[in-house]
């Protein structure tokens, strides 16, 4: 069984940095892309970006460049992603997923279960 | 980036009703559009992929269609565990993007 297990909820001050962790089971690791997407309070969904661990490769959204830093760990099929110098504008659910992809398709197929971060004083 | 306007932003509905819920795109994205559902306890999943590909395990009550900016996730028979948020994304070109949501509530 496919399982993508987050880190828990964190509380944050403003200006610090926050990295939260994806642990994928039931798959071989290395061979998905891994990607990161942002629900902010009452909104959608936003795309930050992505990691194939296979090669340590990332792409992010031009939105979240300087913002997100995806790394991924291969020994222990754990993606990472770090937040920096945060605001309130950072306060949201943030979900790693797993992309399928072939010649048409890309969607995402197995979602974490989310990490809510609150940036707070 | 494309934008996904979805359409409505929430639509009362009864068990049993056939609903219909929509989402254009700025520009065309050549049938490279996906569905998820969103629970309230946060879970999401893929409903349909490329259009209209039915995820493996959801009911066949989920269908897809639409061409050229035009997209519709249409659910045939309310079921209770069908009241949700509905999202389309788009994945003709980067960076991927939703539609801010469809609220299905029990009317």
């Known amino acids: 069984e496919v399982k993508l297990q987050q880190s828990g909820d964190e509380l944050v001050r403003p200006g610090a940095s926050v990295k939260m962790s994806c642990k994928a089971s039931g798959y071989t690791f290395t061979d998905y892309a891994m990607h990161w997407v942002k629900q902010s309070p009452g909104q959608g969904l936003e795309w930050i970006g992505t990691?194939?661990?296979?090669?340590?490769?990332?792409s992010y959204n031009q939105k979240f460049k300087g913002k997100a830093t995806l790394t991924a760990d291969k020994s222990s099929n754990t993606a990472y992603m770090e937040l920096s110098r945060l605001t309130s504008e950072d306060s949201a659910v943030y979900y790693c997923?797993?992309?399928?992809?072939?010649?048409?398709?890309?969607?995402?197929?197995?979602w974490g279960q989310g990490v809510m971060v609150t940036v707070s004083s | 980036d494309i934008q996904m306007t979805q359409t409505p932003s929430s639509m009362p509905a009864s068990l049993g009703e056939r609903v219909t819920i929509s989402c254009r795109a700025s520009q065309g994205i050549s049938n490279y559009l996906n569905w998820y559902q969103q629970k309230p306890d946060g879970t999401i999943k893929p409903l349909i992929y490329y259009t209209s590909n039915l995820q493996s395990g959801v009911p066949s009550r989920f269908s897809g269609s639409g061409s050229g900016t035009d997209y519709s996730l249409t659910i045939s028979s309310l079921e209770p565990e069908d009241f949700a948020m509905y999202y389309c994304q788009q994945y003709d070109s980067s960076p991927n993007t939703f539609g801010a949501g469809t609220k299905l509530e029990l009317k």
């Open positions: 990691i194939i661990p296979l090669i340590d490769t990332t």
């Open positions: 997923a797993r992309v399928y992809t072939t010649d048409y398709y890309y969607y995402f197929d197995y």
